[in-house]
Nanobody, 120 residues
Framework: QVQLGESGGGLVQAGGSLRLSCAAS??????MGWFRRAPGKGREFVAA????????DYVDSVKGRFIISRDNPRNTVYLQMNSLKPEDTAVYYC???????????????WGQGTQVTVSS
């Protein structure tokens, strides 16, 4: 069982930046991902990174603005969010573990989420 804890959320003005962190309770040899749930919407894939960090994937709406990275010795994955927009407002979740498809919600382990609010 892997426990995940997100941090770094908060309130920021449009155009600003935030860096989210997600620390795993133990070393994870799995891919890791970020999802988000906006008010009144379902959970949406945001980004994912392979266990070695060489391969990444992003939803089109964040490409060029968000960067996913990981620090394996620290069991941590990051999401650097730049040029934030009001439509990025959501609860952001990290995920890891076996999954059949990065963009699906089939990941085995999930964090509790951290709120990101972008004001216009």
């Amino acid at each position: 069982q892997v426990q995940l804890g997100e941090s770094g959320g908060g309130l920021v003005q449009a155009g600003g930046s935030l860096r989210l962190s997600c620390a795993a309770s133990s070393r994870t040899n799995y891919d890791m991902g970020w999802f988000r749930r906006a008010p009144g919407k379902g959970r949406e894939f945001v980004a994912a990174i392979s266990r070695g960090g060489q391969i990444t994937d992003y939803v089109d709406s964040v490409k060029g603005r968000f960067i996913i990275s990981r620090d394996n010795p620290r069991n941590t994955v990051y999401l650097q969010m730049n040029s934030l927009k009001p439509e990025d407002t959501a609860v952001y979740y990290c995920a890891t573990g076996p999954t059949g498809e990065w963009r699906s919600e089939s990941w085995a382990y999930w964090g509790q989420g951290t709120q990101v609010t972008v004001s216009s």
